[in-house]
T-cell receptor, first 115, second 113 residues
Framework: GAVVSQHPSWVICKSGTSVKIECRSL??????MFWYRQFPKQSLMLMAT?????????EQGVEKDKFLINHASLTLSTLTVTSAHPEDSSFYIC???????????FGQGTRLTVV | GNSVTQMEGPVTLSEEAFLTINCTYT??????LFWYVQYPGEGLQLLLK?????DKGSNKGFEATYRKETTSFHLEKGSVQVSDSAVYFC????????????FGEGTQLTVNP
Protein backbone atom coordinates (compact mmCIF):
# COMPACT_ATOMS: atom_id res chain seq x y z
CA GLY A 1 0.00 0.00 0.00
CA ALA A 2 0.86 3.67 -0.15
CA VAL A 3 3.19 5.18 2.43
CA VAL A 4 2.51 8.11 4.69
CA SER A 5 5.44 9.33 6.75
CA GLN A 6 4.94 11.33 9.91
CA HIS A 7 7.75 13.20 11.64
CA PRO A 8 8.85 13.34 14.37
CA SER A 9 7.71 10.07 15.92
CA TRP A 10 8.05 11.59 19.35
CA VAL A 11 8.80 15.02 20.78
CA ILE A 12 9.16 16.55 24.22
CA CYS A 13 8.73 20.28 24.56
CA LYS A 14 8.41 22.88 27.30
CA SER A 15 5.12 24.58 28.14
CA GLY A 16 4.55 27.69 26.08
CA THR A 17 6.58 26.59 23.08
CA SER A 18 5.25 25.52 19.69
CA VAL A 19 5.73 22.18 18.01
CA LYS A 20 5.37 21.32 14.34
CA ILE A 21 4.45 17.83 13.12
CA GLU A 22 4.85 16.91 9.46
CA CYS A 23 2.83 14.43 7.45
CA ARG A 24 4.07 13.43 4.01
CA SER A 25 2.60 11.15 1.37
CA LEU A 26 5.67 9.50 -0.15
CA UNK A 27 4.34 7.80 -3.27
CA UNK A 28 1.06 9.49 -4.07
CA UNK A 29 -0.48 12.92 -4.15
CA UNK A 30 -2.83 13.49 -1.26
CA UNK A 31 -5.70 15.80 -2.07
CA UNK A 32 -7.04 15.35 1.45
CA MET A 33 -5.26 14.86 4.75
CA PHE A 34 -6.76 14.27 8.17
CA TRP A 35 -5.36 14.97 11.62
CA TYR A 36 -6.41 12.88 14.60
CA ARG A 37 -5.71 12.92 18.28
CA GLN A 38 -5.71 9.74 20.33
CA PHE A 39 -5.82 9.51 24.10
CA PRO A 40 -4.55 6.38 25.86
CA LYS A 41 -6.75 3.35 25.30
CA GLN A 42 -9.24 5.39 23.27
CA SER A 43 -10.29 5.69 19.68
CA LEU A 44 -9.10 8.34 17.25
CA MET A 45 -10.69 11.76 17.48
CA LEU A 46 -10.77 13.68 14.22
CA MET A 47 -9.39 17.18 14.71
CA ALA A 48 -9.47 18.59 11.23
CA THR A 49 -9.61 17.85 7.52
CA UNK A 50 -7.32 19.67 5.14
CA UNK A 51 -7.50 19.92 1.40
CA UNK A 52 -4.48 21.05 -0.58
CA UNK A 53 -4.48 24.76 -1.17
CA UNK A 54 -7.43 25.60 1.03
CA UNK A 55 -8.11 26.23 4.70
CA UNK A 56 -8.57 23.29 7.00
CA UNK A 57 -12.00 22.35 8.28
CA UNK A 58 -11.90 21.92 12.03
CA GLU A 59 -14.17 19.67 14.06
CA GLN A 60 -16.36 21.19 16.72
CA GLY A 61 -14.44 21.95 19.88
CA VAL A 62 -11.01 22.03 18.23
CA GLU A 63 -9.29 25.41 18.54
CA LYS A 64 -8.04 26.41 15.11
CA ASP A 65 -5.73 29.07 16.53
CA LYS A 66 -4.06 26.50 18.76
CA PHE A 67 -3.79 23.70 16.23
CA LEU A 68 -2.58 25.32 13.01
CA ILE A 69 -2.86 23.14 9.94
CA ASN A 70 -1.19 23.87 6.65
CA HIS A 71 -1.56 21.78 3.51
CA ALA A 72 0.58 23.72 1.10
CA SER A 73 1.37 20.93 -1.32
CA LEU A 74 -0.10 17.64 -2.48
CA THR A 75 2.45 15.68 -0.46
CA LEU A 76 2.81 17.65 2.76
CA SER A 77 0.56 18.78 5.58
CA THR A 78 1.75 20.18 8.88
CA LEU A 79 0.12 20.48 12.29
CA THR A 80 1.57 23.11 14.61
CA VAL A 81 0.59 22.99 18.26
CA THR A 82 1.02 26.58 19.43
CA SER A 83 1.78 27.59 23.01
CA ALA A 84 1.68 23.97 24.08
CA HIS A 85 0.50 22.99 27.55
CA PRO A 86 0.67 19.67 29.38
CA GLU A 87 -2.96 18.93 28.49
CA ASP A 88 -1.93 18.94 24.82
CA SER A 89 0.20 15.88 25.47
CA SER A 90 -1.21 13.12 23.32
CA PHE A 91 -0.64 10.86 20.33
CA TYR A 92 -1.29 12.68 17.06
CA ILE A 93 -1.90 10.73 13.85
CA CYS A 94 -2.31 11.91 10.29
CA UNK A 95 -3.86 10.14 7.34
CA UNK A 96 -3.96 10.94 3.65
CA UNK A 97 -6.20 10.11 0.72
CA UNK A 98 -5.45 10.46 -2.96
CA UNK A 99 -9.07 10.96 -3.93
CA UNK A 100 -12.33 11.33 -2.03
CA UNK A 101 -13.36 7.75 -2.68
CA UNK A 102 -9.99 6.04 -2.17
CA UNK A 103 -8.79 4.50 1.04
CA UNK A 104 -6.93 6.46 3.69
CA UNK A 105 -3.35 5.64 4.66
CA PHE A 106 -2.03 6.50 8.09
CA GLY A 107 1.22 7.88 9.38
CA GLN A 108 2.97 6.15 12.25
CA GLY A 109 1.90 8.80 14.74
CA THR A 110 3.68 11.39 16.88
CA ARG A 111 3.85 11.15 20.65
CA LEU A 112 3.85 14.70 22.04
CA THR A 113 4.79 15.28 25.66
CA VAL A 114 4.61 18.81 27.04
CA VAL A 115 6.49 19.36 30.30
CA GLY B 1 -24.99 10.70 11.35
CA ASN B 2 -22.73 7.72 10.96
CA SER B 3 -21.68 5.59 13.91
CA VAL B 4 -19.75 2.39 14.55
CA THR B 5 -20.18 0.17 17.59
CA GLN B 6 -17.54 -2.38 18.46
CA MET B 7 -17.47 -5.24 20.86
CA GLU B 8 -16.00 -4.09 24.13
CA GLY B 9 -12.60 -5.33 25.11
CA PRO B 10 -10.15 -6.23 26.19
CA VAL B 11 -10.18 -9.67 24.63
CA THR B 12 -7.65 -12.23 25.83
CA LEU B 13 -7.15 -15.51 23.97
CA SER B 14 -4.71 -18.37 23.89
CA GLU B 15 -2.67 -18.97 20.78
CA GLU B 16 -4.58 -20.87 18.06
CA ALA B 17 -7.97 -19.89 19.48
CA PHE B 18 -10.79 -18.61 17.27
CA LEU B 19 -11.32 -14.87 17.23
CA THR B 20 -14.48 -12.86 16.69
CA ILE B 21 -14.69 -9.11 17.21
CA ASN B 22 -18.18 -7.79 16.59
CA CYS B 23 -18.83 -4.57 14.72
CA THR B 24 -22.16 -3.00 13.81
CA TYR B 25 -22.76 0.30 12.09
CA THR B 26 -25.32 2.98 11.42
CA UNK B 27 -25.09 4.90 8.18
CA UNK B 28 -27.19 6.15 5.33
CA UNK B 29 -26.63 4.87 1.85
CA UNK B 30 -23.93 2.35 1.11
CA UNK B 31 -20.79 2.98 3.15
CA UNK B 32 -17.47 1.23 2.70
CA LEU B 33 -16.33 -0.74 5.73
CA PHE B 34 -12.83 -1.26 7.10
CA TRP B 35 -10.87 -2.97 9.81
CA TYR B 36 -7.66 -1.26 10.94
CA VAL B 37 -5.03 -2.63 13.30
CA GLN B 38 -2.83 -0.57 15.62
CA TYR B 39 0.27 -2.02 17.19
CA PRO B 40 1.65 -0.34 20.34
CA GLY B 41 3.09 3.11 19.69
CA GLU B 42 2.24 3.05 16.01
CA GLY B 43 -0.31 4.49 13.60
CA LEU B 44 -3.08 2.49 11.97
CA GLN B 45 -2.65 -0.11 9.25
CA LEU B 46 -5.46 -1.17 7.00
CA LEU B 47 -6.21 -4.83 7.66
CA LEU B 48 -9.08 -5.41 5.25
CA LYS B 49 -12.02 -3.70 3.63
CA UNK B 50 -15.32 -4.28 1.85
CA UNK B 51 -17.06 -1.78 -0.34
CA UNK B 52 -20.47 -3.32 -0.99
CA UNK B 53 -22.97 -5.68 0.56
CA UNK B 54 -21.95 -9.36 0.75
CA ASP B 55 -18.32 -8.52 -0.05
CA LYS B 56 -15.80 -10.42 2.06
CA GLY B 57 -12.56 -8.71 2.93
CA SER B 58 -9.63 -10.91 3.90
CA ASN B 59 -5.98 -10.52 4.79
CA LYS B 60 -3.41 -12.41 6.89
CA GLY B 61 -6.01 -14.99 7.89
CA PHE B 62 -8.53 -12.36 9.03
CA GLU B 63 -11.93 -12.12 7.36
CA ALA B 64 -15.00 -9.91 7.58
CA THR B 65 -18.20 -9.96 5.54
CA TYR B 66 -20.27 -6.86 4.80
CA ARG B 67 -23.78 -7.76 5.98
CA LYS B 68 -26.23 -5.05 5.07
CA GLU B 69 -29.26 -6.86 6.49
CA THR B 70 -27.71 -6.91 9.95
CA THR B 71 -25.53 -3.78 9.43
CA SER B 72 -22.53 -5.75 10.63
CA PHE B 73 -18.90 -6.31 9.69
CA HIS B 74 -17.60 -8.79 12.27
CA LEU B 75 -13.88 -9.62 12.23
CA GLU B 76 -12.88 -13.29 12.45
CA LYS B 77 -9.72 -15.34 12.45
CA GLY B 78 -9.60 -19.09 12.79
CA SER B 79 -6.33 -19.38 14.69
CA VAL B 80 -4.75 -16.36 16.34
CA GLN B 81 -1.05 -15.89 17.01
CA VAL B 82 0.81 -13.95 19.67
CA SER B 83 1.82 -11.48 16.96
CA ASP B 84 -1.87 -10.60 16.42
CA SER B 85 -1.91 -8.82 19.78
CA ALA B 86 -2.95 -5.24 18.96
CA VAL B 87 -5.91 -2.87 18.99
CA TYR B 88 -8.45 -3.41 16.22
CA PHE B 89 -10.67 -0.62 14.92
CA CYS B 90 -13.77 -1.02 12.79
CA UNK B 91 -14.49 2.00 10.59
CA UNK B 92 -16.69 3.21 7.79
CA UNK B 93 -16.61 5.95 5.20
CA UNK B 94 -19.51 7.36 3.22
CA UNK B 95 -23.07 8.23 4.10
CA UNK B 96 -23.41 11.58 5.84
CA UNK B 97 -19.70 11.84 6.69
CA UNK B 98 -18.43 12.07 3.14
CA UNK B 99 -14.76 11.13 2.90
CA UNK B 100 -14.17 11.10 6.66
CA UNK B 101 -13.65 7.84 8.47
CA UNK B 102 -15.93 7.08 11.40
CA PHE B 103 -14.20 4.79 13.90
CA GLY B 104 -15.43 2.41 16.51
CA GLU B 105 -13.94 2.58 19.99
CA GLY B 106 -11.33 -0.07 19.31
CA THR B 107 -10.88 -3.55 20.80
CA GLN B 108 -7.67 -4.54 22.54
CA LEU B 109 -6.68 -8.11 21.71
CA THR B 110 -4.05 -9.96 23.71
CA VAL B 111 -2.96 -13.42 22.60
CA ASN B 112 -1.04 -15.49 25.11
CA PRO B 113 1.33 -18.31 24.14
Amino acid sequence: GAVVSQHPSWVICKSGTSVKIECRSLDFQATTMFWYRQFPKQSLMLMATSNEGSKATYEQGVEKDKFLINHASLTLSTLTVTSAHPEDSSFYICSAKEQVDTEAFFGQGTRLTVV
Amino acid sequence: GNSVTQMEGPVTLSEEAFLTINCTYTATGYPSLFWYVQYPGEGLQLLLKATKADDKGSNKGFEATYRKETTSFHLEKGSVQVSDSAVYFCALVGGTSGSRLTFGEGTQLTVNP
